[in-house]
């Protein structure tokens, strides 16, 4: 069907006009009442704490030093903001963000393919249950694993991922609260004994080399050292863009916020557990309320909870969660070392073995095993979520499927990632995975900043539109990875056809 110039500005590439009705009151919660209304904010940080802070975070710092954690501080502002402006677009229609990119030029179904492909690019592969893999052979073996051990990892891998679609099947009434309480239970309990073994086993020169660090000063070598020379770009721009979320992991804030219910959250639905959750109405077009005195008062509300849920428990969690690996990892391990092997996750468990003994050893490697299952799961579940969330709002022959039930969608999703994870699994080193989905969350950084910026000065009232600061960081934020993305592919600001990921690719298809 034709779509007219005529038509809502939100329906001129292809997808259903908005319905309006009226914005939900938001809850009237303080305190520690905040933390029963707040959660999205939870989920990315606990997915952010297994990839960047756990394994590209201190194998960068072990490598260069901790003058590099400046990279975290503009990385998690910068996050922090698109995380906001997705949730924005969130509270006014109830719709995913994506969604609203797919409601852009040239068409819905240009972009639905366009962001599927991203989810896939970066979290398809199963490398967070790959390197958990690891530290479980640490604790059976006793020894971190080696290339001789690859089948024996490439099996627990397989164990360990599907695991993760196990929970997610048994999930209760509502995925994203299953998320959200498993979340703040390892945000309380990871960096709490993060903070606890820091204060025992790093010495002060270690916190205060940290701190300094933020700012771009290294200590070590007495001045600030913004980007060492020489770096492995791979692994320096996989490490800017797992600090923090990174990609689809930030896209993955305004799903959950719809599944939460912020703002007009509440009056689309949610994706229940096929086990224990009941079908639940999912609308595929979202509903917006007309502004008013009245409806401003509940969005400023809204608004002060989504700071809340950002600024007060992601912005600080990933610092902190960052931070404190980066001291334990520093004080335990020889500066230059180069720790990306089958063994990463094991790594810091196995060099404190010495000083702390068996027990503090099993602790940290059940640590990591804790940390990476769970950060498998919620990047899992949030891709599938996002894919499903595409093809729901894009497909009426989709919604139509099987009665309508977006479960049956979801899990379909979810049993054809489930049969590319475990082939994914076998290709190469669970860590080369995690730093190729880390680089491509750079890419989608560099999009996903623009395309929020587009469509919430585009789609939404001016009243609700973001203000200049927050303007000029989201194109900041697509300079700041885009350069990062082009010193990966080129292997430098000059082309290097030895160590740039663009020539390799290239050479591999045998055409470079």
């Known amino acids: 069907m034709p779509i007219y110039q005529a038509a809502p500005v939100e329906a001129r590439s292809g997808l259903q006009s908005w319905k309006v009705t009226n914005l939900p009151q938001p809850p009237n919660a303080k305190g520690l009442s905040l933390l029963a209304v707040i959660g999205p904010g939870a989920i990315v940080l606990g997915a952010s704490l297994g990839s960047g802070e756990w394994l590209l975070g201190p194998a960068t710092f ?44 040239p068409h819905a179904t240009f972009w639905a393919w366009f962001y599927a492909g991203l989810y896939l690019l970066q979290t398809g592969w199963p490398a967070w249950a790959a390197n958990a893999a690891g530290a479980i052979f640490f604790l059976l073996a006793g020894k971190l694993a080696t290339r001789d051990d690859a089948t024996s990892v490439y099996w627990i891998g397989c164990a360990t991922f599907l695991i993760c679609v196990v929970i997610l099947v048994f999930s209760g009434k509502r995925i994203e609260r299953t998320l959200e309480i498993l979340n703040w239970i390892m945000i309380v309990l990871i960096l709490g004994s993060l903070f606890v073994l820091c204060l025992l086993f790093a010495a002060p020169v270690h916190w205060f080399a940290a701190v300094v660090g933020l700012v771009g000063f290294d200590l070590n070598a007495g001045g600030f050292n913004f980007l060492p020379p020489d770096a492995d770009w791979l692994l320096i721009g996989a490490f800017v863009a797992f600090s923090g979320s990174g990609g689809v992991g930030n896209l993955m804030v305004s799903n959950w916020a719809r599944d939460k219910g912020f703002g007009m959250g509440q009056v689309v639905g949610f994706i229940p ?34 700071r809340y ?21 520093t004080s335990a391990l020889e500066p230059g070392k180069d720790i990306r092997g089958l063994g990463i996750a094991a790594e810091l468990a196995n060099s404190m073995a010495a000083r702390g003994g068996a027990a503090l050893t099993f602790t940290l490697a059940m640590m990591s ?19 499903t969330d595409i093809l729901w709002s894009g497909s009426t022959r989709i919604r139509q499927w099987r009665g309508g039930d977006v479960r049956i969608i979801y899990y379909s999703v979810l049993a054809a990632a489930v049969v590319w994870g475990l082939i994914a699994l076998r290709l190469t080193q669970p860590i080369v995975l995690l730093q190729l989905g880390a680089n491509m969350a750079g890419f989608v950084m560099v999009v996903s900043a623009l395309h929020i910026l587009y469509i919430n000065t585009k789609l939404l009232p001016k009243e609700l539109q973001p203000p200049l600061w927050r303007r000029l960081a989201l194109i900041f934020m697509a300079i700041f990875y885009g350069f990062f993305v082009y010193l990966w592919l080129m292997g430098g600001l000059v082309p290097d056809r030895e160590k740039g990921f663009f020539f390799s690719l290239l050479r591999y298809f045998g055409v470079g």
Do not use: C
């Not at 609308?283 to 969005?299: E, N, T």
């Not at 007060?312 to 969690?317: E, L, P, S």
């Open 62 to 105: 072990i490598k260069y030093g901790l003058g590099l954690l400046w990279l975290t501080s503009v990385a998690v502002f910068l996050q922090t903001v698109l995380n906001t402006e997705l949730i924005r677009y969130t509270l006014y229609t109830g719709e995913p963000a994506v969604t609203g990119f797919m409601r852009t030029r």
């Open 273 to 306: 557990a096929a086990v224990g959750g009941q079908k639940v109405r999912l609308a595929h077009s979202g509903s917006v309320f007309k502004v008013s005195a009245p409806s401003l008062r509940s969005w400023r509300g809204w608004w002060r909870i989504v």
């Open 309 to 329: 849920d950002q600024w007060g428990v992601f912005f600080i969690g990933a610092l902190l969660g960052m931070m404190l690996p980066a001291i334990l990892y």
């Open 369 to 387: 095993v804790w940390v990476l299952l769970k950060t498998q799961l919620d990047l899992l579940e949030g891709m599938v979520r996002g894919i």
